[in-house]
C-alpha cells in the first residue's frame, strides 16, 4: 500500500503500536544522496536504499506526549514497511489529519 502525505497511521512494531502521520513519502529516486535520518541518527545512503530494494522512504511523526513528537523514516521493501534498523513495521491507515 503506498501512502500518502498527511494520513492519519497506526505503526505496529516491536515496541507496540502508536497512531502517527505520514508527513512526506517519496520514491528513492527522489531523496537526496544522503537519503534519511530517524531518532537514532542513522543516515542511510540513497545507492544503499537501492541494493536493498527499496522503493519508497517515508517520514513519519508521532507524539510520546504533549507538545513532543518523534519524526523517523521507514522504507517499503518489496511491499512491506521497515524503520531503519531493519524492524518490520505494519503501517495502517486509519484517518487524515486535519
Known amino acids: 500500500m503506498i501512502f500518502k502525505s498527511n494520513q492519519r497511521v497506526k505503526i505496529s512494531g516491536n ?3 502508536v497512531i502517527g502521520r505520514i508527513e512526506e ?4 529516486s527522489e531523496v537526496p544522496e544522503a537519503a534519511a535520518g530517524d531518532i537514532f541518527g542513522i543516515v542511510v545512503p540513497r545507492e544503499r536504499l ?3 530494494g ?3 522512504v517515508a517520514s ?3 507524539s510520546v506526549s504533549p507538545g513532543n513528537q518523534i519524526l523517523f523514516s521507514a522504507v517499503e521493501i518489496g511491499g512491506e514497511w521497515f524503520d531503519l534498523m531493519g524492524q518490520k513495521l505494519e503501517i495502517e491507515i486509519v484517518g487524515v489529519c486535519s
Open 25 to 28: 513519502l517519496r520514491r528513492v
Open 60 to 62: 513519519i511523526s508521532y
Open 15 to 17: 515496541a507496540g503500536a
Open 50 to 52: 537501492r541494493q536493498l
Open 54 to 56: 527499496a522503493e519508497y
